[in-house]
């Protein structure tokens, strides 16, 4: 029987870095995690090797992968830019490694989660190509063909919350205007109940009451809460969200034709009630694709382990 191989993927992110030692056939054995002290540059990255160190305390480890929530080189060593975090060309395998003398990559967190998803979770059955979008706060994802992700020319490819999806439409942090991040996020969400109870306040009164009669006090909880209670504005609110994330899995489908489209992020919390209009605005827009093969989507099923469980694998593969 061969030796199990175990790695150590960590998942940073602006509030905390995740961290555990994964076997090779995707289990969690170990983990922990810490705050992210996400304006020092020097104390984050003390706080990964902290971690790393931790977990590699009584096994065996053979290499190290961590995702990060920003831009990635595509030698996959150095953290070009990270919105939430201090790091601006940072040479972060190189400091990790030397540190803890293994080798170690640095991935994108949408890429990570979506290999993890590729690999053990929601597309494992898949061996050729998946899309995966993960609507939180943002909207990331990630793009797997020929059973590789796509990193691209500098390793920044499959940034899906920033492609244009309502021309002239909402400023986005990226500076352009309606990226698809704006419409089918958490963000958007909160965005599309808080307008409709200011607007009708009548028919979001359960809404409105978890917001102690506040409409700008709504949260993406709040909505989700008052969803599944039957509060119309919170509903319609996913609808719309589920529409715009519709038309864009529709979008990946006919550019790539994957074998699966994943959605994951904490906004799938909601279940049927983003998953439904989602479907629904998907078949709407392939409707003349009817007599061939499309993809199906599913949700995610790893949760908030897919970042350390893809960050291992591929410090496993490479």
Same mark, same amino acid.
């Given at each position: 029987?061969?030796? $199990?191989?175990?790695?150590?993927? $960590?998942?940073?992110?602006?509030?905390?870095?995740?961290?555990?030692?994964?076997?090779?056939?995707?289990?969690?054995?170990?983990?922990?995690?810490?705050?992210?002290?996400?304006?020092?540059?020097?104390?984050?990255?003390?706080?990964?090797?902290?971690?790393?160190?931790?977990?590699?305390? &009584?096994?065996?480890?053979?290499?190290?992968?961590? &995702?990060?929530?920003?831009?990635?080189?595509?030698?996959?060593?150095?953290?070009?830019?990270?919105?939430?975090?201090?790091?601006?060309?940072?040479?972060?395998?190189?400091?990790?490694?030397?540190?803890?003398?293994?080798?170690?990559?640095?991935?994108?967190?949408?890429?990570?989660?979506?290999?993890?998803?590729?690999?053990?979770?929601?597309?494992?059955?898949?061996?050729?190509?998946?899309?995966?979008?993960? @609507?939180?706060?943002?909207?990331?994802?990630? #793009?797997?063909?020929?059973?590789?992700?796509?990193?691209?020319?500098?390793?920044?490819?499959?940034?899906?919350?920033?492609?244009?999806?309502?021309?002239?439409?909402?400023?986005?942090?990226?500076?352009?205007?309606?990226?698809?991040?704006?419409?089918?996020? &958490?963000?958007?969400?909160?965005?599309?109940?808080?307008?409709?109870?200011?607007?009708?306040?009548?028919?979001?009164?359960?809404?409105?009451?978890?917001?102690?009669?506040?409409?700008?006090? #709504?949260?993406?909880?709040? $909505?989700?809460?008052?969803?599944?209670?039957?509060?119309?504005?919170?509903?319609?609110?996913?609808?719309?969200?589920?529409?715009?994330?519709?038309?864009?899995?529709?979008?990946?489908?006919?550019?790539?034709?994957?074998?699966?489209? $994943?959605?994951?992020?904490?906004? #799938?919390?909601?279940?049927?009630?983003?998953?439904?209009?989602?479907?629904?605005?998907?078949?709407?827009?392939?409707?003349?694709?009817?007599?061939?093969?499309?993809?199906? @989507?599913?949700?995610?099923?790893?949760?908030?382990?897919?970042?350390?469980?893809?960050?291992?694998?591929?410090?496993?593969?490479?």
């Amino acid at each position: 029987m061969a030796a $199990v191989t175990l790695t150590i993927g $960590v998942d940073v992110g602006g509030t905390k870095v995740a961290g555990g030692v994964v076997d090779d056939t995707g289990n969690v054995l170990v983990q922990t995690r810490r705050d992210t002290p996400a304006d020092d540059v020097g104390k984050t990255r003390d706080v990964i090797i902290e971690l790393v160190t931790d977990l590699a305390t &009584g096994h065996e480890i053979r290499a190290v992968g961590i &995702g990060a929530a920003g831009w990635i080189d595509a030698s996959r060593s150095t953290v070009l830019f990270a919105p939430n975090l201090a790091w601006r060309d940072e040479p972060l395998r190189e400091y990790v490694s030397a540190a803890v003398g293994l080798p170690v990559i640095v991935e994108n967190d949408g890429n990570v989660a979506a290999w993890a998803e590729f690999r053990y979770g929601a597309a494992r059955h898949a061996d050729d190509s998946m899309v995966m979008f993960t @609507i939180g706060t943002g909207v990331g994802g990630g #793009i797997v063909l020929g059973g590789e992700l796509v990193r691209g020319a500098n390793g920044i490819a499959a940034e899906l919350g920033h492609m244009l999806t309502v021309p002239d439409g909402h400023q986005c942090g990226c500076g352009r205007l309606g990226c698809i991040e704006q419409y089918a996020s &958490g963000s958007a969400l909160v965005r599309f109940a808080r307008a409709a109870a200011r607007q009708e306040p009548h028919r979001a009164t359960a809404l409105l009451a978890l917001a102690d009669g506040e409409a700008e006090a #709504i949260t993406g909880p709040m $909505v989700t809460a008052a969803a599944k209670g039957g509060d119309p504005v919170s509903a319609e609110a996913f609808a719309q969200v589920g529409r715009w994330l519709g038309t864009s899995l529709a979008d990946m489908a006919q550019i790539l034709d994957p074998q699966v489209l $994943v959605v994951g992020g904490g906004v #799938i919390d909601a279940g049927e009630l983003l998953m439904g209009p989602t479907r629904r605005s998907f078949t709407e827009a392939l409707a003349q694709r009817c007599r061939l093969p499309v993809a199906e @989507i599913r949700p995610a099923e790893l949760g908030n382990s897919a970042g350390v469980i893809g960050a291992a694998d591929l410090a496993r593969r490479l």
